[in-house]
């Protein structure tokens, strides 16, 4: 089995976060530095709290991951129009952490976070703030797009070749809104699917070629259907 994993770091292309740098907050925005993915955030005059709103300068598709310089200090990454995240999240343990990817703009979107230290009784994650993705949903390609049936309430979806076509490409997928995240893989074995890396399907560089049903995209909808891939699996 071949599985193709994203990079972690942006520029050097080594799997690892690197050496870990301290920022501090100011006025709820944190600035990124040159050739750096692994944050340690200082509250704003060493408060006990602080909320962080805007981090500036990450490169666009780069990813970073952050946590709390002080476990016994309160951040909290406020989901608005610079953070685009699955609802405000809060770092205060050890262990607690987030990893974003910047879109451009000063605009990052959350990938993944990992919250350990939530303690008895604290509240978890909503279900709407769920990384769950659903039973799996059958769109068809028409001219090159897979069209949402069901208002973008699907998030697995297995793409079907246009008039069963022994392939097909796949150059959109309207109907999902900002910040949405959804997986694709085909429907069949015997039909094959190729993700094209367009305009709107913003790809690591190149096409993806799924001609097994265990073939999967991982993509973010950045809006105006336009959508970031953040990962794929060939088998």
């Not at 952490?97 to 978890?124: K, M, Q, T």
């Not at 076509?165 to 995240?181: H, M, Q, V």
């Amino acid at each position: 089995m071949a599985v193709t994993w994203k990079k972690l770091a942006y520029y050097d292309e080594v799997s690892s976060w690197g050496p870990v740098s301290n920022v501090t907050i100011s006025g709820g925005v944190i600035a990124a530095i040159d050739n750096v993915y692994n944050y340690s955030v200082i509250t704003e005059g060493l408060a006990a709290a602080d909320d962080l709103d805007k981090i500036t300068g990450v490169p666009e598709n780069c990813r970073i991951i952050l946590r709390a310089n002080d476990p016994d200090d309160v951040v909290t990454l406020v989901s608005g129009t610079f953070l685009k995240l699955r609802g405000d999240f809060v770092l205060n343990g050890t262990y607690d952490n987030i990893v974003l990817v910047g879109a451009g703009s000063d605009v990052c979107y959350e990938e993944s976070r990992c919250s350990p230290n939530l303690g008895d009784g604290a509240p978890g994650y909503d279900v709407e703030d769920d990384m769950k993705f659903g039973a799996a949903h059958e769109l068809t390609i028409a001219s090159g797009v897979a069209v949402s049936d069901d208002s973008g309430a699907s998030r697995n979806l297995l793409i079907d070749t246009e008039g069963d076509a022994a392939s097909d490409d796949l150059d959109n997928i309207t109907g999902y809104a900002e910040g949405d995240a959804v997986i694709i893989s085909p429907a069949h074995d015997a039909r094959t699917v190729v993700v094209k890396d367009s305009s709107n399907l913003n790809l690591q560089g190149a096409d993806f070629t799924m001609d097994n049903i265990y073939d999967s995209m991982f993509l973010l909808n950045l809006g105006s259907d336009k959508w970031k891939e953040l990962s794929r699996s060939g088998n």
